[in-house]
């Protein structure tokens, strides 16, 4: 009789730790940044049509990096969460810190008994009422939650992408500010990426009860030139 071909543990998550990585690097990046009246989301995304940035609930935006189907499957159940959650109790009682703990369960269970697991990371980012209350929860392939407060960074090279936004980060910024900073980043010192190249959305706290607005393409040219305050 032949003995069951054994893999340790270990190896078996070190190699569903890599193989999604590999797939989450092969994808563009994006930067969340908070500034003076919300937070700004800046993708690398050429398509029209298909959106790496989305909203969830009144205050509450959804990003994900990797592979599309899989974290736009995500951005359903989120959605599906957050309205079912408003309907029976209270509009005010969906919350970016539940949202993330019910993603990391999926994550996570997927991660530890799916023979594939996940290769997306995502982002959940809540605006609140005041600057004390933004949120970012950055939750990775295997469930992992970090909970971000001045900037976060998703996808491939993520690491000098982050050192780049934490350099030009500060409390001050505006709008246009944040915009350019993530735009910036996301280029490096070798290219310089243009409105058609990038996919921008804003959670800010003057828009009334749905704080979510995506950002045409001709406003995001004129944010990407104009220096002055927006």
């Known amino acids: 009789m032949n003995m069951p071909f054994y893999v340790a543990p270990e190896q078996v998550m070190k190699d569903r730790a890599d193989y999604a990585r590999k797939g989450i690097a092969r994808g563009r990046a994006l930067v969340a940044v908070r500034y003076v009246d919300g937070i700004a989301i800046v993708a690398e995304n050429s398509s029209e049509t298909l959106r790496k940035v989305s909203e969830i609930y009144d205050r509450i ?91 976060a960074t998703l996808g491939g090279d993520a690491v000098p992408i982050s050192g780049r936004i934490a350099e030009s980060f500060d409390e001050a910024l505006d709008a246009g500010a944040a915009v350019r900073a993530g ?43 104009d220096a002055s305050p927006s």
Do not use: W
């Open 183 to 225: 735009a910036a980043a996301l280029g490096g010192p070798d290219r310089t990426l243009t409105a058609t190249d990038l996919e921008v959305a804003l959670l800010a706290r003057g828009n009334g009860r749905r704080c979510f607005n995506r950002l045409t393409d001709e406003r995001v040219a004129a944010l990407l030139v």
């Open 61 to 151: 935006a959804f990003a994900g990096v990797g592979r599309y189907n899989e974290f736009d499957q995500l951005r359903v159940a989120g959605v599906r969460a957050a309205d079912l959650k408003g309907f029976q109790y209270s509009r005010d009682d969906v919350d970016a810190r539940s949202l993330a703990n019910q993603y990391a369960q999926i994550l996570g269970q997927i991660f530890t008994h799916e023979m594939k697991p996940m290769e997306v990371e995502i982002l959940v980012a809540e605006v609140g009422l005041e600057p004390d209350g933004d949120q970012m929860f950055h939750i990775l392939y295997d469930g992992t939650v970090v909970d971000q407060r001045n900037h």
